[in-house]
């Protein structure tokens, strides 16, 4: 495949009239391909079947001197603190566990920060006027829509190959009104980078205007490696805490994407004051959070050795997805020079750039013969990608083959839509 | 046993002496009994053991054409959504199903209304000034907590045996910054009581000057009879909307104390519009609430046939214990003429109203030698009872031999701090 801007205008009409006939036979099939969604397969939920039975009797549900089925251990049970703390990188006491969702704690911690304000020496964040926060992008849309429901102006910071561009955070809050930032810091959602050790450390020594601005550490792919080798990724709220800034970073994960989506175990990490204080809020919220599915988690994945021997086996599901993909986009578009895109070692996605202006185009060719991707810009503040380049390819869901048919697709349009901009179709 | 007051100085000058005897006796026996907590105790947690295998593979985890092992379903399984609208009295469509905590979920509503507007037409709490929030005490410690950390002011009302004193209620929500009401209209926490049809037809009518005034009708104890003609609890939110105010009601439930405590599932109710738009902002929060835990439940308790069936067996477990307090006040304190009681026919509790000026201190008599109890003045805002009468029984969760004991050591410091009243020692 050679660069189309290296075709002649004659190869470069051959071409698409050549795609466009692909195109319509494709839209003939009546196809339904979804490469859409950040969800695990349905074999990879089989992988955690043994979670049903990890708990088959009351008898079986003392922890912590208490009958886990009755009220009460808001914290969380303590051997679960321990094995979130050591996923995140907190001692058990700085850990609370809670219900299903990470998103939901991170909801409930802006929340808090709203109404009460985020640590017990400041100011609830209403009535500070108006508020913005920073959003490195591309970046996770269920994270902006927070920030936006909660009427702040988003702020977009450009993502790059090692975290977010850290001169731009650093100079953008100096604003007191920025109050905080969202990150994915391992295998970010959609680029599937790693924050490296610099990055991480450059945020452990942010001075924000705002004594109440958040680190919201979302690292909702803490254990999910591809390979054998995967990212390592330096402890924020321990280098934080060292520099006497530990009030800035609030860090959260989940089962998730280990065992059930809709089921698993989530949990938040903190400095101990902030633990503290934002405990004797959700006193007011709940008695406890569901310790059961706590305790079947513990049973079925008691250490971090039984979680990684885990993960390799939803690694040997999801390898082939990826690399299906990174081997049709290698093949066709990559030496085209009609795109470019991210080769992550982990995490769910695949951010794929192509040419400028032709983001939403793509998409939308794709919907019209039945395969659904995300939309485009949704990656973005606003969900507006200005430069209107950026798909975010989600390949654990479909069956390989359905995988195969839809990136093969996904390619076609990709091409399809660069002809277009360049014939100024 | 005489009334007090109509014995001389000299009768209750010995009645004393033999009290202090008995009283010094059982201190030194180093007990440890437990009143004050509304858990249900382990040989009814045992009734659900089967919820545990209820669903034993992924296999058998489809419902709504989804997967409900993955992610969504934010509203709730259909079928469990159906289910708790038979129990609150609202069609499935006007239910969501949440996790494992009404109490989160009244807490949520607050939050929402504070940071968004309880409806969609109206504006936060926050920013509206000083706000209020009527407390029908006694009442849910709780409840009143939830309120007085939003900032409200407490506004206590007297709650009478057929519900809350709706001529104070009718007269107090006139103030617009009066902004709602706590109930749990049925075997009411503590008193027992069931809001009788007119003051539920009252509640329906209800003009309050705030438009987003808010009727938390918390019916934790829907199902929860200790004899078969329990209580009927008419309809608020059906009655609410036949009158065009529907939007005011947000009721809510769980199966708390008819399975786990700790892992059992929650739901609300509230009219459509308002589910819409407390939906969106739940949309927000979460992708979606444990549904693995709401199909166990579903396969166990299928319906509200099966539901009264299990209640039953409940019932059997709790109706000696409850017969157990009754009975010994009905010897020991109502012909003494120191104490009134409730007779719940449902719920968890029992209200005593001791002597004025009196329930301090029997509190602080039974901590003294080891029987803990709610503390005096628990169930009213600022948990300030202003006649430091009333004492919350909680019979469920000692067993019956340690509830025996620890009724009998009651009833001796209600009758010791009579006599310390009487004879001014």
């Given at each position: ?54 708990v088959s009797t009351g008898k079986d549900c003392r922890a912590d001197g208490m009958d886990l089925r009755n009220y009460g251990k808001l914290e969380g049970i303590e051997d679960c603190r321990t094995f979130f703390g050591e ?339």
């Open positions: 495949m050679p660069r189309f801007d290296q075709m002649s205008k004659t190869e470069l009409t051959e071409l698409y009239a050549d795609l466009r006939r692909k195109y319509e036979e494709a839209a003939g099939l009546g196809l339904s391909l979804n490469m859409a969604r950040g969800k695990p397969a349905a074999d990879q939920l089989d992988l955690s079947d043994e979670l049903f039975s990890a996923m995140l990188g907190a001692p058990a006491s700085q850990v609370l566990v809670g219900g299903n969702s990470a998103l939901n704690m991170i909801f409930d911690t802006l929340m808090r920060a709203m109404v009460f304000g985020l640590h017990s020496y400041t100011e609830p964040w209403m009535g500070q006027g108006k508020l913005k926060f920073l959003c490195p992008c591309p970046g996770y849309d269920r994270h902006f829509a927070i920030a936006e429901a909660l009427g702040m102006e988003l702020i977009p910071v450009e993502m790059k190959d090692d975290g977010p561009d850290m001169d731009a955070v650093e100079e953008l809050v100096k604003d007191a009104a920025v109050k905080g930032i969202f990150c994915v810091p391992k295998y970010s959602n959609p680029t599937g980078i790693t924050f490296s050790d610099a990055v991480v450390r450059r945020f452990a020594a942010l001075k924000p205007a705002a004594k109440d601005f958040i680190i919201v550490w979302d690292n909702a792919y803490a254990v999910h490696d591809l390979y054998d080798e995967g990212d390592v990724l330096l402890n924020l709220l321990s280098e934080a805490e060292a520099q006497g800034r530990g009030d800035m970073v609030f860090a959260y994960t989940s089962t998730s994407k280990v065992t059930f989506p809709g089921a698993g175990v989530a949990a938040m990490a903190a400095s101990a004051e902030n633990i503290a204080y934002h405990k004797k809020i959700m006193g007011f919220q709940s008695i406890g959070p569901d310790k059961l599915n706590q305790l079947r988690h513990l049973r079925y994945l008691p250490d971090m050795k039984a979680v990684s021997a885990h993960m390799q086996k939803h690694a040997e599901l999801l390898r082939p997805k990826f690399e299906t993909v990174l081997n049709a986009l290698d093949a066709e578009v990559a030496p085209a020079g009609i795109g470019t895109y991210t080769r992550p070692r982990g995490g769910y996605f695949i951010s794929l750039d192509v040419m400028d202006g032709c983001a939403s185009r793509v998409w939308k060719l794709l919907a019209d013969i039945g395969v659904e991707m995300t939309p485009a810009g949704a990656s973005f503040p606003y969900k507006k990608d200005p430069r209107d380049r950026n798909l975010r390819i989600a390949p654990t869901f479909p069956t390989l083959s359905e995988l195969k048919k839809a990136t093969d697709l996904l390619v076609l349009c990709v091409k399809l839509a660069a002809c277009e901009k360049l014939l100024e179709v």
